[in-house]
Every structure is written in C-alpha cells, then in structure tokens.
C-alpha cells in the first residue's frame, strides 16, 4: 500500500511523539545523574593528621591511624522521620545497655548544623575504650558520626578527634 | 526415823514449818477435851531426860536445855471424880517437844563490789545473836545462829541483799535423841552393876571377863552420849548458809539503729524496640572492623 496523505501524517504524528519522549527521558536520566554525583555526595570529614582513609560499603567514609583509633560517618534515612532528640535519644538507648555514657554534649558541626554527642566508655576486650557517637539530623537522612579506641590510644587524639567529627561534612 | 519438812518459798518472816508440834498437840488434844498448853515458844530442846547439859559442847542456850514442864489447864465436862478448878494446872511430866534441826541456805544479791563486806556484816550479825562462823568461802559464808533466834537471823540476813532464794529445813531428831537417852540410861545401869560385879570378883579371871565387858559398855556409854551431845548441839544452834552473788551489771541496750530497706529499685525501663536495623549496628565492634 502506498502511503496517502493521511498516512504521512499520521506517521508524521507517530514520529514528533517518539521523538519527544526520547527527550524526556534523556532531561529525567541527567537530573538523575545531576542529583546522585552532585547535590547528594557521601558525607565526608577531614582526616586528622596520622589517619588514614578507608574505602569500604559500611561508612559513608571511615578513617584509622595506626593505633586503631577510628572515626567514621554514615548516614540513614531519616525514616520514620524524627528530630535531632527522637534518634539522639534512640541510639543512646540502645547504646547504654552495653557502655557506661560518660558525657552528653551539644556540639555544631562546621556546617552550622546542630548535633548531640555522647561519649562512653567500656571494657572491649578486656580494656578500657572510649566511644563517641556524634548525631545530626539533616534533610531526610540522619547522620551518625563515631569515634572510638583504645583509651590508651584514643585520649591522646582527642583535640584531633573533635575536630575531625566536627568537619563532618553533612552532604 | 527422822522426821523432815522442807519450806520454799516463803517470804521473809513467813515461819518455817515447825514439824512436829502439831502431831504432839493433837495427841494431847485426844485426851484433853479443851486445853491449854504453856510451852516456851521458843525452839525447844526439851531436855527431859535428865542429862545434865552444862558439859554440852557448844554452849546450849540455858533455854534450850531446860526441862519443859507442860502446863495444861484442863476442863472436864461432868462426872469423873469430881470437878477440877480451871485454874489448877495439872502436870503432864513426860510430854516430850520435837527435836528440830534447822538448816537455812539463802542466796542473796548485792550490788558488785559488795560481796566481802556483806559477808562480813553477815558473821557480825551472827555474833551479835550468840552465833559463831562456820565456814567462809569467797561468796559463801555459813553460820551457826541460836536457833531460839533462827528467824530473826535470817531477817537480818534479808536486810543486806536481794534474796533470790530461800530454803529452810527442819529435821526432827526427836526419836533418835530419846533412843539414845534410853539406851545410855540403860547402858549406866549396866555400867553400875558391872563395877559391882568386878567389886565382887573372887577371881582374877573372872575380874578380867568383868572388866572387858565393863570397857565395852563404857565405849558405848562414850558413843551415845557423844551422839547426844552433837545432837543437841545440831538442835541449839541452826546452820544458816548464805551465798552472795553480785547482782549483774545492767548494761543499757544500744539505741536501736533502725535500717530501713532501701526500696527495691524498679526494673529497667522498657527498651524502645524500633524496627531499625541499623540502630543495632552502631557501636565499637562495628566501627573498629576494618575488615
């Protein structure tokens, strides 16, 4: 069959809207891609000196020195969606039945952003360890900050370690 | 036998049981319709057998030794032989009062500290009755007290202490005393007509066999009258034993801590279970797992 007027234009139709939805596809797949390598990169903090940074799928970012002191920072959905006192409080619950919490702060991160820190201790291992847990609460994720190690080998570190929790980039 | 009655118990000048009198009373009373009996009221030593006392042992109270002479009025209703004048006592010669020998043990209290001056007040007062020691230990003491003052003795012993006990026994010697009055009489007599008997002896055996018997009735002359003589010295003067203890130190009891329990601490709070795995990852043996 020979194509008609009428069929030109209806395949003329046929082509303009094909065309079309390849081009919203194409503006959906860049704002994805614009929004997972841009706007919501992996919370990060700057590595105090003697530390090392380690790549791994448990943290957000993780960094060790050579004591096996260790920070590191992940961040969860913020679901079900609670404030800054509903998941400070959660995580120090489930936290106290194994440490003894030392020391409740109110901390800010370089950001601006408001946290709660809680430092305990315990007996890992047969030896003393510190343990921080710091908590942000930003957007929809909820970020938790974590700094622990030997006491023997945390306590000296802890002017670097403060500052390293609070560099905490937030994403 | 001999008769014994022991009195527990009593309280201080409540008189001890005097064994004895009642039963030699109601004997008399079956024979005298209404009488009236006249006894010193003091603890007799009815002495009527005659024995002369004043070589006794121990110095018997005149009292004691004495011949009792029961005086009885007696009143008669009616016919006999003819009315007797109330007042025309009648002698009943032979009417024997028991023989008693009164034995006192007492335990007294006295405050700490005490113990040897009281001991020493104890033997005073014995002496100051006509009393003499007896024996002594640290915290005992006994004496001997005329027994015509035995309850007087005691009060006096009440006086220095707080009596804890008390116990006084009288044991009548009674038939046992006029056993041996008679067989001593006896014995004299038999004693009397063997010196006649040896006075008698035309031969020197037969002065011999008298002889013999003579030394052995004399030895048992010597026993008896040895035995009465304790006797009456058992029934003159009574044993008082007091044993004196010092009267505990009351020692105030400590004040009274009252403890208090402290409450049972309530259990812990229920932990909030929320359906989040990663809140039960957070901690140390997460973050220091480098692996």
Request: charged share 25%; glycine share 10%.
């Amino acid at each position: 069959m020979k194509p008609t007027m009428n069929n030109v234009k209806k395949n003329s139709k046929s082509h303009e809207g094909r065309a079309m939805n390849h081009f919203a596809q194409a503006v959906l797949r860049l704002v994805l891609v614009l929004a997972a390598f841009g706007c919501a990169h992996p919370a990060h903090f700057a590595t105090p000196p003697g530390f090392v940074s380690i790549e791994d799928d448990a943290y957000d970012f993780r960094a060790t020195n050579a004591d096996g002191v260790v920070l590191g920072v992940r961040a969860m959905d913020n679901d079900p969606e609670g404030d800054l006192a509903f998941w400070a409080g959660a995580i120090d619950r489930r936290l106290r039945q194994r440490y003894e919490a030392v020391e409740v702060l109110e901390v800010e991160a370089a950001t601006g952003t408001s946290g709660i820190q809680i430092r305990y201790q315990t007996d890992h291992g047969g030896r003393l360890h510190r343990y921080w847990a710091t908590i942000f609460v930003h957007g929809d994720r909820v970020y938790l900050v974590e700094a622990g190690g030997d006491a023997e080998f945390f306590d000296p570190q802890v002017a670097d370690v403060e500052e390293a929790v609070l560099s905490v980039d937030l994403g | 036998m001999l008769g014994q009655s022991d009195a527990y118990g009593g309280g201080p000048g409540e008189p001890y049981q005097d064994v004895g009198a009642a039963t030699d009373a109601d004997a008399m009373g079956a024979e005298v319709a209404a009488s009236t009996v006249t006894n010193p009221p003091a603890t007799g030593l009815a002495a009527t057998s005659g024995e002369d006392a004043s070589g006794d042992a121990g110095g018997t109270p005149p009292n004691l030794v004495a011949s009792t002479v029961n005086t009885v009025t007696t009143r008669r209703g009616g016919g006999g032989d003819g009315e007797r004048d109330p007042n025309d006592p009648i002698q009943i010669p032979d009417l024997p009062a028991p023989l008693l020998i009164y034995t006192a043990d007492m335990r007294i209290e006295v405050p700490a500290g005490e113990v040897v001056t009281t001991i020493e007040r104890i033997i005073e007062g014995a002496v100051s009755f006509g009393g003499y020691l007896a024996g002594r230990t640290d915290t005992s003491v006994s004496v001997r007290v005329p027994s015509r003052l035995f309850r007087e003795s005691l009060a006096d012993v009440e006086q220095l202490g707080d009596v804890k006990s008390r116990r006084v026994t009288a044991q009548d010697v009674s038939e046992e005393y006029h056993d041996l009055d008679v067989r001593l009489r006896n014995l004299r007599g038999l004693r009397e007509r063997l010196e006649s008997f040896l006075a008698r002896a035309t031969t020197i055996e037969e002065a011999l066999r008298v002889q013999t018997e003579l030394e052995r009735v004399s030895m048992q002359i010597d026993q008896a009258e040895g035995r009465l003589r304790y006797l009456r010295s058992r029934v003159a003067f009574s044993l008082v034993t007091i044993h004196v203890n010092p009267a505990p130190v009351v020692v105030a009891p400590p004040e009274t801590t009252v403890v208090v329990e402290a409450p049972t601490p309530p259990p812990p709070a229920r932990l909030l279970d929320l359906p989040i795995q990663w809140l039960n990852d957070t901690g140390l043996g997460r973050l220091l797992d480098l692996t």
